[in-house]
């Protein structure tokens, strides 16, 4: 760009991981750019994972049920065109009707890596992500294309003296102290999940041989799992309270010592708040999509397929044996326990 932009326009959609992983991008930007007039256009997520006056200036929030429909996203690409922004970053390469928002915002520099079909809504093409390789990094390759070094490769999510007093108040009414180990066992579809009744297992032999408590974290959908795990487990576990939003979340996990998840918005919200990771993978690619960092360990499925549905995404999850989870949790609570005297 021959000028300092003025007004900057994010297109950026996804689940909560999706958003996380992005955010060392947009931080980037923000500390490129300190003066300019930043807006995303994302989905509510948004609004709890970096809320607006953090990296951006204002948040337009769309359901993701708007953009299924061609005449909503001809008339918000219009409405986002008298806005006169002059820079607008596509970070959902995927997505066809992103690439037409970005074209119909007709800012004078237009940047995205696709999909191919859509490469004209671009000035600025970038080149496509290559498989096997990071998300995060495919959101920091792109900005650094366009010149925006990023400074700070740590995924962000916020939370706020309120997140941290609600978890310290509840740490503190249950008598609980460090170290202590977190659970999640859900995620977004069930068939992404590790059975509950392994986890429960794995939550037996803590306690069997470190002899401390967990917590047993959840989302709403997936609190029927987390009480049966809590149940299974005994007195060492106890059922966290709702996490309204996910610097809730968040701040519960920084009162711990260690998170076992499937690899879910949960592991990326543990990822974001430094607290070291468990993450069992499934279908995923460890190099898509592992939480990066030395303090934290992936357990793979030993199952490849072709074709990924739902069936063979359980079969995946399935393969993970107890043993080998076992393994890697069991060492890495070692490490941590040991490192913490």
Known sequence: MNAEPKKILVILWGALGDIIVATPALRAIRERYPNAHITYATNPLMHQIAPEHVFADKIIALEPEQLKSFLFTIRFGLKLSREKFDFAINFRYTSERSALLTWLSRARVRAGAGPASSMWCYTEKLSYPPSHYHQLYRNTDMVTALGIVPR???PYVFCSAEHRAFAKQWFDANNLSAPVVAMQPGASNA??????????????RITRDFGIK???????????AAEFVAEQVGDAALLAPATPTVGHLAALFEQCSMVICNNSGAMHVAVAIDTPVVALHGSTELEDWQPLGEKHRSVKSPVTSSEWNPAEERRAMDALSLDTVWDTVSKRLEELLSAAK
């Not at 068939?191 to 037996?204: D, F, M, Q, S």
């Open 152 to 154: 700070n490769l740590h």
């Open 191 to 204: 068939y992404r999940a590790w059975l509950p009744e392994r986890y429960a297992e794995i939550g037996k």
């Open 214 to 224: 967990m917590i047993i974290t959840h989302a709403p959908h997936e609190r029927a």
